[in-house]
T-cell receptor, first 113, second 113 residues
Framework: NAGVTQTPKFRVLKTGQSMTLLCAQDMNHEYMYWYRQDPGMGLRLIHY???????AKGEVPDGYNVSRLKKQNFLLGLESAAPSQTSVYFC????????????FGDGTRLSIL | AQSVTQPDIHITVSEGASLELRCNYS??????LFWYVQSPGQGLQLLLKYFSGDTLVQGIKGFEAEFKRSQSSFNLRKPSVHWSDAAEYFC???????????FGTGTRLTIIP
């Protein structure tokens, strides 16, 4: 039972490069989320999705785009990477029903030089 | 807007001693509250959650938390810590319908022999 899988686990980019982070869940969850984690700041919500084909902005959406073309996948894109986007990125998903908790992937460590 | 405060950045406890991690929240209605644990290099694992009902909730690994509405608190406790409890702990509050989580900045727990 894989749960939430994030690809890649590590990546180093140069400023201005683009990349896409992939999140896949095998729990048939409706809701999916992208967070970034920075030292001393906890997790901050970037974008989220309440179902296939939907996306919404979170707390820190600038510089990121997302897509949810398939229910099981949630992609996070950086069009032009900046050093300020160096962070650890976490994906999470949760099932239908307001009493369901979020389940997290193991994270993607991204460094922008 | 909802918010969470974890006033202790770092706590050191002797193995076998009791533990209490503090969490205060700000939210205009009845909150949904969570505690997650993160081991180094890992994602977040749910310890316990509170939605309604009994204000003392039991979680995994021997942890419990008590919801106190009058103090806007949801403190995490464990009667006797083990070396394997060393990790970072995050408190989180959810908005109505549990659509989005807001995390505290975390408390890092160190266990000494």
């Amino acid at each position: 039972n894989a749960g939430v899988t994030q690809t890649p686990k590590f990546r180093v980019l140069k400023t201005g490069q683009s990349m896409t982070l992939l999140c896949a869940q095998d729990m048939n969850h409706e809701y999916m989320y992208w967070y970034r984690q920075d030292p001393g700041m906890g997790l901050r919500l970037i974008h989220y999705s309440v179902g296939e084909g939907t996306t919404a902005k979170g707390e820190v959406p600038d510089g990121y785009n997302v897509s949810r073309l398939k229910k099981q996948n949630f992609l996070l894109g950086l069009e032009s990477a900046a050093p300020s986007q160096t962070s650890v990125y976490f994906c999470a998903s949760r099932g239908e029903g307001s009493n369901q908790p979020q389940h997290f992937g193991d994270g993607t460590r991204l460094s922008i030089l | 807007a909802q918010s969470v405060t974890q006033p202790d950045i770092h706590i050191t406890v002797s193995e076998g001693a009791s533990l209490e991690l503090r969490c205060n929240y700000s939210y205009g209605a009845t909150p949904y509250l969570f505690w997650y644990v993160q081991s180094p290099g890992q994602g977040l694992q749910l310890l316990l959650k509170y939605f309604s009902g009994d204000t003392l909730v039991q979680g995994i690994k021997g942890f419990e938390a008590e919801f106190k509405r009058s103090q806007s608190s949801f403190n995490l406790r464990k009667p006797s810590v083990h070396w394997s409890d060393a990790a970072e702990y995050f408190c989180a509050v959810s908005n109505f319908g549990n659509e989005k989580l807001t995390f505290g900045t975390g408390t890092r727990l160190t266990i000494i022999p």
